[in-house]
């Protein structure tokens, strides 16, 4: 299969399937597996080799050891918040939920890898050209999803209710909703915007998962072009647990150190100063007798 270079934000999604399949990689050792990443990447052109330091440690200047640090720091979270979103989704089909809405889904495989019980409907949402790219890799691997899967070519920044709708998503069935490294690419007013639509759409027993970029993550990367975070634009509220009470969510906030340490895998570099708040977001719709009482 020849490879394709990808462009602008959703090239970050083939750089996180190289994450994924380098993790897949660790055997008995790794939080998950996710057997397609790798064609995912190698489709994408990015080697599978274990990247390192260009430079050795001691021969790299300050500038250079601190961007290595802050991307190995961002390796550790694509891992840990993989494995939080994955039990997050078992949870909610645990307790019935057979809608799942991934937005943003770039190479998102959970379709294929995860145990999905019977009758559950899993939308991926995204642009056409990385819907294409992705199932371009899928037919040459002959997957076969194990719930029913079902695309839907819109941007986000356009009536994707309606697209999402057309599909025959039922706004009357209990929703999953994963927002994975989306939200940072989005400005603050966007967020709301997409959430707001999110709350409109969901049914009692909903729940939500989400991945927002931490206090001060803007800063700490601002020097690094020709990265990903070039594009990021926003990060968390002060309080994110309030912020979505405000929109109709019971929520909790993860560091991922503390994920990352219940996993079995602590992260050595130490915390940030202006770290804060969790930012892996485990939420469910709040009922209307909730808000009553409230």
């Given at each position: 299969?020849?490879?394709?270079?990808?462009?602008?934000?959703?090239?970050?999604?083939?750089?996180?399937?190289?994450?994924?399949?380098?993790?897949?990689?660790?055997?008995?050792?790794?939080?998950?597996?996710?057997?397609?990443?790798?064609?995912?990447?190698?489709?994408?052109?990015?080697?599978?080799?274990?990247?390192?330091?260009?430079?050795?440690?001691?021969?790299?200047?300050?500038?250079?050891?601190?961007?290595?640090?802050?991307?190995?720091?961002?390796?550790?979270?694509?891992?840990?918040?993989?494995?939080?979103?994955?039990?997050?989704?078992?949870?909610?089909?645990?307790?019935?939920?057979?809608?799942?809405?991934?937005?943003?889904?770039?190479?998102?495989?959970?379709?294929?890898?995860?145990?999905?019980?019977?009758?559950?409907?899993?939308?991926?949402?995204?642009?056409?050209?990385?819907?294409?790219?992705?199932?371009?890799?899928?037919?040459?691997?002959?997957?076969?999803?194990?719930?029913?899967?079902?695309?839907?070519?819109?941007?986000?920044?356009?009536?994707?209710?309606?697209?999402?709708?057309?599909?025959?998503?039922?706004?009357?069935?209990?929703?999953?909703?994963?927002?994975?490294?989306?939200?940072?690419?989005?400005?603050?007013?966007?967020?709301?915007?997409?959430?707001?639509?999110?709350?409109?759409?969901?049914?009692?027993?909903?729940?939500?998962?989400?991945?927002?970029?931490?206090?001060?993550?803007?800063?700490?990367?601002?020097?690094?072009?020709?990265?990903?975070?070039?594009?990021?634009?926003?990060?968390?509220?002060?309080?994110p647990v309030g912020w979505l009470a405000g929109l109709g969510w019971d929520a909790e906030a993860f560091t991922l150190r503390e994920r990352g340490a219940a996993y079995g895998r602590p992260f050595s570099e130490p915390p940030q100063r202006d770290e804060g708040p969790g930012g892996l977001i485990s939420a469910?719709?709040?009922?209307?007798?909730?808000?009553?009482?409230?």
């Open positions: 299969m020849s490879t394709v270079q990808p462009s602008g934000v959703w090239a970050t999604a083939v750089g996180v399937a190289r994450i994924r399949a380098l993790e897949s990689a660790r055997g008995e050792a790794a939080l998950f597996r996710d057997p397609l990443a790798a064609a995912f990447a190698t489709a994408g052109g990015l080697s599978l080799s274990p990247r390192t330091a260009e430079t050795p440690e001691r021969e790299r200047s300050e500038a250079e050891q601190a961007a290595w640090r802050r991307w190995t720091g961002v390796a550790f979270s694509i891992v840990v918040r993989t494995r939080f979103l994955d039990d997050l989704l078992d949870a909610a089909t645990a307790a019935g939920v057979r809608q799942v809405v991934l937005l943003g889904a770039g190479m998102d495989s959970r379709a294929y890898r995860l145990d999905w019980p019977a009758k559950t409907r899993l939308f991926e949402v995204d642009t056409a050209e990385p819907l294409e790219f992705k199932e371009s890799v899928l037919r040459a691997e002959r997957a076969e999803p194990a719930c029913e899967r079902i695309t839907v070519a819109v941007d986000l920044r356009d009536d994707w209710p309606a697209a999402l709708l057309g599909a025959g998503f039922d706004p009357g069935a209990a929703t999953v909703w994963i927002a994975e490294g989306l939200l940072i690419y989005l400005p603050e007013e966007a967020v709301a915007v997409l959430l707001g639509r999110v709350g409109e759409l969901s049914a009692p027993g909903s729940r939500m998962g989400l991945t927002l970029g931490g206090r001060g993550v803007l800063e700490r990367f601002s020097q690094d072009r020709g990265t990903p975070a070039a594009m990021w634009v926003s990060e968390m509220p002060e309080d469910v719709l709040r009922t209307r007798d909730t808000d009553a009482r409230s």
